[in-house]
């Protein structure tokens, strides 16, 4: 029996007749492809009815418990079930059957890592990267996809058959560019990787290892946000993450942007040097459009893990940002004894106490080379 959505109430937001015309197709077309009434309703509710088709196109069919995933792919469901929720995605319950094709074949993956020798709690390690990573990436292709194929005055139905038709078509291709993506990160990563004696014997390759590290961040950009529209300031976030890309150039790694911040570090601390130098001056060079970056940079051991640094010299350099004017690089004295003497103007300012770090700290600005002082020497 074919639903009245008009008496359901499922048209009553609609303005004008070829938008109830066009919802009630929608809707006719989703539940004769199976999907519930309840599921409907709730879609109006939160206005996202014209997504369904596309969501329905990335989701196979559920036939499956947790229990009878972990059975077929031989992977203790409690292990799953961790996985999933360091994926960030929902736990399901004992009975629920949500899992699909697709998840029983990630199951028999993750068999054949824990086969290999991967360690378990490594692997959830990696899960929790790779979920905080992947909601970044499906994010940013949402809002590109969405924003590129939505037209004035489109219906409901126009909507929702662009959306599903774009996301049959062009998962696949984003799937095999991170595909590639992945390879070149771990090409690149083995380039700049070593493996010492004491790992040799140990067996591990933890331990903290000598790394330079800066931060970049836009000044007043909390004061921006008081009177920018919010658009307005996401697009001065990712300008500020394209500019950072550009000049984290191996072996300078670009570890994170956080809205009005870029993290960079760089085994050695001339490249990390050039590239928050580089960073102010393009900052400078564009004038009212976009606002100044103020650098700072620190030395030390620190723990990479997860894509991520952890350390004395992580938290020195977010300090040492604070302190810094605006246009300005500053670093601390263990970064200045790293870098060429002769490769960058240098001037100290007064060493400083921190919050939370012992002692008083050495402080250089640190500036580029200028024309004339190459011409000097």
Known sequence: MSIDFEREGLLDDCSGEEARLARAKLLERLSDDGVPLEDLRRAVEESRLALIPAERALTGDAAFTVSEVAERAGVEAELLLAEQQALGMPRPGPDDRVLTE???TAARVLRKLLDAGLPRDGILDVARVVGQAMENVAAASRQL???????????????????ADATTELTPLMASLLDHQYRLRLREGLRQATIGQQALESGELTGAVEVSVGFADLVGFTRLGERLPAPDLGRLAGRLATMAAEHAEPPVQLVKTIGDAAMLASPDSAPLLDALLGLVADADAAGEDFPQ???GAARGPALARGGDWYGRPVNLASRVTDAARPGSVLVTGDLREDAPDDAYRWSRAPARRFK??????PIYRVRAQ????????
Request: aromatic share 2%; glycine share 10%; with cysteine.
């Open 293 to 295: 970056l103020c650098a």
């Open 145 to 163: 996809v969405g924003e590129a194929l939505l037209q004035p005055g489109d219906s409901e139905l126009e909507v929702a058959l662009r959306y």
């Open 102 to 104: 697709d998840d029983l």
């Open 370 to 377: 200028s024309p004339e002082d190459t011409d000097e020497k």
């Open 356 to 361: 939370g770090v012992e002692g008083r700290v």
